[in-house]
């Protein structure tokens, strides 16, 4: 009886899992980082062993550990992906409403991000004196034709895209390699069995890095408030505000409106279910991190059938970055009012419609919209000297919008396996 207790008590031990962990390391690493900004003297000890010696390399490795994750997940989940639904006809269905919820989602965030900036108005008497711009530090991203964006599209050398992890070459390979696999069937059952098994094997080593998160949540988080405080915020509280106001109208306004349009599945109990991803995506800043959460939680929770989502997710952790869309809309916002520049009307469909492009291809991992946020601002004519002024908070607005990109990404991936008979809501409303 006693050992029967022992081992109740030890799979609650376990159940209270990663996400808990994650939260604590959270908190844990705020009030670490707090202290020492505000309560430990200023040393080299402190500056160079601590914040930047011991909680920069920890948490830095443990970002480059999921970057190395990045390309071959993608790959062979979207091998995979496009190998199970087998359909040549369904696949190109599947494809097309998944990429126009996704251009449609980014549109329609772009256009929530200048209407809040607007309204808040968050560069208005912004005493830029007072504001260093260590923008030297951001590349610039020189705008490309449309021409030469859709050929850049195709890649000439696979090998190379994988290499360099460009990812819109990466899905386009990977998408034709899965159709292929699925139209030759058994002629080509070893290799099919191949891309499985080493698809089992990615997602293994991703929950075995997933297992270090608590650690390296609680060192990123510790620098960044050791680093940031709170004072630091003060002069960019608007923008902070415009930004969270933004993507919270999308994350609980946009997306559940249209979940239940569409699938008639109840938001407040979808939020629930997939809370703890959006927790870890908060916590990590990257999108491709929570690939294989998401498409758990999917199936065990949602009833979304892992053929849908084992395409659609990849896909948009790299095409769907709504989030990051909201944070370059109220930028230029907030930017042109900051240097007394105006915008017509012109300027924001521009603004809408380069965001919309600059988001598909935006690699999912941290910070990534400062680069393409240079695009934008060339667009329409905004000094990328701007981009120096929200820098230093970047990295929890950066958190945020991560939890409202694989957000999007989940609620189409649910919508879409509705409209294809992939969503068994009997799971959804029995499962807690």
């Given at each position: 009886m006693?050992?029967?207790?022992?081992?109740e008590?030890?799979?609650q031990?376990?159940?209270?899992?990663?996400?808990?962990?994650i939260?604590v390391?959270?908190?844990a690493?705020?009030i670490?980082?707090?202290?020492l900004c505000?309560l430990?003297?200023?040393?080299?000890?402190?500056?160079?062993v601590?914040?930047?010696?011991?909680l920069?390399?920890?948490?830095?490795?443990?970002?480059r550990?999921?970057?190395?994750?990045?390309v071959?997940?993608?790959?062979?989940s979207?091998?995979c992906?496009?190998?199970?639904i087998?359909?040549t006809?369904?696949l190109?269905?599947?494809?097309?409403r998944?990429?126009?919820?996704?251009?449609?989602?980014?549109?329609l965030a772009?256009?929530?991000a200048?209407t809040v900036?607007?309204?808040?108005?968050?560069?208005?008497?912004?005493?830029?004196?007072?504001?260093?711009?260590?923008?030297?530090?951001?590349?610039?991203?020189?705008a490309t034709?449309?021409?030469?964006?859709?050929l850049?599209?195709?890649?000439?050398?696979?090998?190379?895209?994988?290499?360099?992890?460009?990812?819109l070459?990466?899905?386009?390979?990977?998408?034709?390699?899965?159709?292929?696999?699925?139209?030759?069937g058994?002629?080509?059952?070893t290799v099919?069995?191949f891309f499985?098994?080493?698809?089992?094997?990615?997602?293994?080593m991703?929950?075995?890095?997933?297992?270090?998160?608590?650690?390296g949540?609680?060192?990123?988080?510790?620098r960044?408030?050791?680093?940031?405080?709170?004072?630091?915020?003060i002069?960019?509280?608007?923008y902070?505000?415009?930004?969270?106001?933004?993507?919270?109208?999308?994350?609980?306004?946009?997306?559940?409106?249209l979940?239940k349009i569409?699938?008639?599945l109840?938001p407040?109990?979808?939020?629930?279910?997939?809370?703890?991803?959006?927790?870890f995506a908060?916590?990590?800043?990257?999108?491709?991190a929570?690939?294989?959460?998401s498409?758990?939680t999917?199936?065990?929770k949602?009833?979304?059938s892992?053929?849908i989502?084992?395409?659609t997710i990849?896909l948009?952790a790299?095409?769907?970055?709504?989030?990051?869309?909201?944070m370059?809309?109220?930028a230029?916002?907030f930017?042109?009012q900051?240097?007394g520049i105006?915008?017509s009307p012109m300027d924001?469909?521009?603004?809408?419609?380069t965001?919309?492009?600059?988001?598909?291809?935006?690699?999912?991992?941290?910070?990534?919209?400062?680069?393409?946020?240079?695009?934008?601002?060339?667009s329409?004519?905004?000094?990328?000297?701007?981009?120096?002024?929200?820098?230093?908070?970047?990295?929890?607005?950066?958190?945020?919008?991560t939890?409202v990109?694989?957000?999007?990404?989940?609620?189409?991936t649910?919508?879409?396996a509705?409209?294809?008979g992939?969503?068994?809501k009997?799971v959804?409303n029995e499962?807690n």
């Open positions: 006693k050992e029967k207790n022992i081992k008590k030890t799979q031990k376990k159940k209270m899992g990663l996400t808990t962990k939260f390391a959270l908190i690493g705020a670490l980082g707090i202290i505000y430990v003297p200023d040393s080299s000890f402190k500056k160079d601590i914040v930047e010696g011991i920069y390399v920890i948490g830095q490795g443990f970002i550990l999921m970057k190395m994750l990045v071959p997940l993608v790959f062979c979207l091998v992906g496009s190998m199970s087998g359909d006809k369904k190109g269905t599947v494809g097309v998944t990429l126009v919820f996704y251009l449609a989602t980014t549109a772009v256009s929530v200048l900036g607007n309204l808040i108005n968050p560069g208005v008497g912004l005493d830029m004196s007072s504001i260093q711009s260590s923008a030297s530090s951001v590349e610039t991203m020189e034709s449309l021409t030469d964006t859709i850049n599209i195709i890649p000439d050398n696979p090998i190379n895209s994988l290499a360099s992890g460009s990812m070459q990466v899905i386009v390979f990977a998408l034709i390699v899965g159709v292929i696999l699925a139209k030759m058994e002629r080509a059952e099919a069995n499985s098994q080493f698809n089992d094997i990615m997602m293994e991703t929950m075995m890095i997933m297992a270090l998160a608590p650690i949540v609680f060192c990123l988080i510790s960044t408030f050791a680093n940031i405080g709170f004072s630091a915020f002069p960019l509280a608007k902070m505000i415009g930004v969270l106001l933004a993507l919270a109208i999308q994350c609980f306004g946009v997306y559940q409106i979940l569409f699938t008639g109840n407040i109990k979808f939020i629930k279910k997939f809370f703890p991803v959006m927790a908060f916590s990590t800043a990257t999108s491709n929570t690939i294989p959460m498409i758990d999917l199936s065990k949602v009833g979304v892992k053929k989502s084992s395409f990849p948009g790299t095409i769907n970055m709504d989030g990051t869309s909201i370059q809309g109220v230029v916002v930017a042109a900051a240097f105006h915008l924001y469909l521009t603004v809408i419609g965001a919309t492009l600059a988001s598909v291809g935006t690699a999912g991992v941290p910070s990534v919209g400062l680069v393409t946020l240079t695009m934008v601002f060339n329409v004519g905004l000094p990328v000297e701007a981009i120096g002024l929200i820098m230093g908070i970047d990295r929890i607005l950066d958190m945020t919008r939890a990109n694989i957000t999007g990404d989940a609620v189409c649910t919508i879409v509705h409209q294809n992939a969503l068994d009997n959804f499962s």
